[in-house]
Structure formats: structure tokens, C-alpha cells
């Protein structure tokens, strides 16, 4: 068994790395909330300011860029009749800090409407420690899968 999997040989967790933890948790669910809500303003605090959202081969930098993309995203899921409502789920977080203000983490994503699971896949993430808080400098979004070949949302 290596060192890393042994959990009897980890040292504790330095405490600026405990509250990281748990103020990137919370940065995230606030993501996924904001972002159903259509409180889009909002979800964009959540960004620092030269960051960049990639989904596919597609990338926003910057935040006037990114809420473009969320608008559209939201018109495009609105004029679909069928969905009434949709949710971001995220499972399975893992984070690993580079230092104090620096950090990188993945997790599981599930796209669920009110007609079921949409569409699947991962969220590859980096943080940063700012003045604000931690915050997303980057968000890729991998689909791995969609419950409908041709896509709902």
C-alpha cells in the first residue's frame, strides 16, 4: 500500500488547508445554485477576473466573455418548451493545494431536468486565494456522456 493511501500515516491538515477546503466546497455549490437560478451576476463573482470557462473545444476568458456564455446557455435552455427546470449535481470533489493560494480540483457533474439526467461528465477546476476569498481562475467542463444522443439542453 503506498504512503498516500495508508490513512494511519497522513499528518494533519494544516489549517489554512482545512478552511480552503471548505470555502472551495462552498464556492462550488454556490456555483451550481447561482447558476439554476439564473442569478447569473451573482455566479460571476465567483470568478476572478482574467478567468477563463472552457466546455469542449470552446473557451470564455474574462468575465463580460463568460456571462455571455452563461445568457446564452440560459436562451438557448428557454427556448426549449420541454425543460422547465434544470440542476447542476456535483459528486466525488477531490482538491489539491499548490500553496496557500493556489489549488486545482475535479468532481463528478450530472445535469438533471425536470424529465431526468441530461447529461454527464466532469468539471476540471483551479483556484485562487484572493483578497475576496477563493475563486475560479479556470473551469473546464468535460461531457463524458448525454442521456439523449442528440442533447436536450
Not at 1 to 6: G, H, K, N, P, V
Not at 18 to 37: K, P, Q, S, T
Not at 64 to 77: F, G, P, Q, V, Y
Request: charge should be neutral; charged fraction near 25%; aromatic fraction near 12%.
Amino acid at each position: 500500500m503506498s504512503e498516500r493511501a495508508d490513512p494511519s500515516r497522513r499528518q494533519a491538515m494544516p489549517a489554512w488547508e482545512v478552511g480552503g477546503r471548505v470555502a472551495i466546497f462552498d464556492l462550488i455549490n454556490r456555483y451550481n445554485a447561482e447558476a439554476d437560478r439564473g442569478h447569473f451576476a451573482q455566479a460571476l463573482e465567483l470568478f476572478s477576473d482574467g478567468a477563463t470557462f472552457e466546455v469542449g473545444k470552446k473557451v470564455w476568458e474574462g468575465k463580460k466573455s463568460i456571462l455571455a456564455m452563461m445568457e446564452s446557455t440560459s436562451n438557448r435552455i428557454a427556448s426549449n418548451s420541454e425543460i422547465k427546470f434544470y440542476r447542476h449535481v456535483t459528486s466525488t470533489h477531490q482538491i489539491d493545494f499548490a500553496s496557500e493560494t493556489q489549488a486545482s480540483g475535479r468532481c463528478y457533474l450530472h445535469i438533471v431536468t425536470d424529465l431526468g439526467l441530461d447529461h454527464w461528465g466532469r468539471y476540471i477546476d483551479r483556484f485562487a486565494n484572493t483578497e475576496t476569498g477563493w475563486l475560479f481562475s479556470a473551469r473546464r467542463v468535460v461531457i463524458d456522456g448525454w442521456s439523449d444522443p442528440g442533447g436536450r439542453l
